[in-house]
């Protein structure tokens, strides 16, 4: 006898096809999802280890200086109990008059440094810019400074600037007549300050030059050439088109020098420790002597708060200057 074949009806069909169709759309969504979570998970992975490096190295420090400003804190006599102290530090700091004198030191140091790199930077950028012959080998030369370890370079000048042999003494005795031995540049009043701009100013004028060079090669040709059609001379040229058009690359130059310079000390530290007497003494080395000679850590945390503060409201008020440049 022969088996009977069983033909489905066309609606239990549809509802066997409706109901396959959503299951392979069930095990589409999960596979997605999984391969989703997947993603996730591995960008979770890269990203993870960056975070904890930020929060180890630098959040955390922060979080537990701030908690150190409000207490009585010294090394030299941890013996004693941890005390709360509120804003009694900040409170010694602000009415220091050694303190304000530190700041004051340290803005003409930024003032005259900034200012210096700016225009040697902004000529050297010019220069390169012309494309002279032989201008790739020179530029190479003119980076070397920056490429050097402030400890190397404070170093390296200490030695030129040495009475006895240095180079430099002699060559100032050959330019000048003065005896190389009647003066120090690194131990008298009058020179000491100067130094450190001088020695500051050779070594980050290149980098200044190289945000100055990225501004004036984004400025079209054809401006400098309907420029030349209007017959106008190259002074009138540099002062309408060249330098307005520099100045926000000028003012970012400003920017990221003046915030490294307010907080330098290594170069300083080797070259005048200070001295004379406190002639050279930035507030970065204050901080230094009072977190680890007088081992004050509390205060030293506290005035490290305050400079952070000085530095931080100055940047955001510049920042917006900056930005309406920009924008004209």
Same mark, same amino acid.
């Given at each position: 006898?022969?088996?009977?074949?069983?033909?489905?009806?066309?609606?239990?069909?549809?509802?066997?096809?409706? $109901?396959? =169709?959503? %299951?392979?759309?069930?095990?589409?969504?999960?596979? %997605?999802?999984?391969?989703?979570?997947?993603?996730? !998970?591995?960008?979770?992975?890269?990203?993870?280890?960056?975070?904890?490096?930020? =929060?180890?190295?630098?959040?955390f420090p922060l979080v537990w200086m701030i908690r150190l400003s409000f207490t009585s804190?010294?090394?030299? &006599?941890?013996?004693?109990?941890?005390?709360?102290?509120?804003?009694?530090?900040?409170?010694?700091?602000?009415?220091?008059?050694?303190?304000?004198i530190r700041l004051q030191t340290t803005a003409q140091f930024v003032i005259a440094s900034v200012a210096l790199q700016v225009v040697v930077g902004?000529?050297?950028?010019?220069?390169?810019?012309?494309?002279?012959?032989?201008?790739?080998?020179?530029?190479?030369?003119?980076?070397?400074?920056? &490429?050097?370890?402030?400890?190397?370079? $404070?170093?390296?000048?200490?030695? =030129?600037?040495?009475?006895?042999?240095?180079?430099?003494?002699?060559?100032?005795?050959?330019?000048?007549?003065?005896?190389?031995?009647?003066?120090?540049? !690194?131990?008298?009043?009058?020179?000491?300050?100067? !130094?450190?701009?001088?020695?500051? !100013?050779?070594?980050?004028?290149?980098?200044?030059?190289?945000?100055?060079?990225?501004? =004036?090669?984004?400025?079209?040709?054809?401006?400098?050439?309907?420029?030349?059609?209007?017959?106008?001379?190259?002074?009138?040229?540099?002062?309408?088109?060249?330098?307005?058009?520099?100045?926000?690359?000028?003012?970012?130059?400003?920017?990221?020098?003046?915030?490294?310079?307010?907080?330098?000390?290594?170069?300083?530290?080797?070259?005048?420790?200070?001295?004379?007497?406190?002639?050279?003494?930035?507030?970065?080395?204050?901080? %230094?002597?009072?977190?680890?000679? %007088?081992?004050?850590?509390?205060?030293?945390?506290?005035?490290?708060?305050?400079?952070?503060?000085?530095?931080?409201?100055?940047?955001?008020?510049?920042?917006?200057?900056?930005?309406?440049?920009?924008?004209?």
């Amino acid at each position: 006898m022969d088996k009977m074949t069983t033909i489905p009806h066309p609606d239990q069909a549809r509802i066997v096809g409706i $109901g396959e =169709l959503g %299951k392979v759309h069930t095990r589409t969504r999960a596979a %997605k999802r999984a391969r989703g979570l997947s993603d996730r !998970t591995m960008a979770w992975l890269f990203v993870a280890p960056t975070i904890a490096l930020l =929060l180890a190295i630098n959040i955390f420090p922060l979080v537990w200086m701030i908690r150190l400003s409000f207490t009585s804190l010294n090394l030299s &006599m941890s013996y004693l109990p941890l005390r709360f102290v509120g804003l009694d530090n900040f409170s010694d700091i602000l009415s220091d008059e050694d303190i304000w004198i530190r700041l004051q030191t340290t803005a003409q140091f930024v003032i005259a440094s900034v200012a210096l790199q700016v225009v040697v930077g902004f000529g050297l950028a010019l220069l390169i810019n012309r494309r002279f012959r032989g201008h790739s080998f020179w530029t190479t030369i003119i980076l070397l400074p920056m &490429m050097l370890s402030p400890a190397v370079v $404070g170093n390296f000048w200490t030695l =030129l600037f040495q009475p006895q042999i240095g180079p430099f003494n002699y060559l100032v005795s050959l330019l000048t007549g003065v005896p190389p031995s009647s003066f120090s540049m !690194t131990g008298e009043v009058a020179l000491a300050s100067w !130094t450190i701009v001088l020695v500051d !100013t050779w070594m980050w004028a290149p980098y200044v030059m190289l945000i100055c060079l990225a501004g =004036l090669r984004s400025i079209p040709d054809y401006i400098y050439e309907a420029a030349e059609v209007d017959r106008a001379s190259s002074w009138r040229q540099f002062w309408s088109i060249t330098l307005p058009m520099t100045v926000p690359f000028l003012m970012l130059a400003v920017l990221f020098r003046a915030i490294e310079n307010f907080k330098m000390f290594d170069m300083v530290n080797l070259l005048t420790s200070g001295g004379p007497g406190s002639t050279t003494e930035l507030v970065s080395i204050t901080l %230094k002597r009072a977190a680890f000679e %007088k081992w004050r850590t509390g205060y030293s945390s506290a005035l490290a708060i305050i400079l952070f503060v000085t530095v931080f409201g100055a940047v955001n008020i510049y920042v917006k200057a900056l930005n309406r440049v920009k924008q004209r």
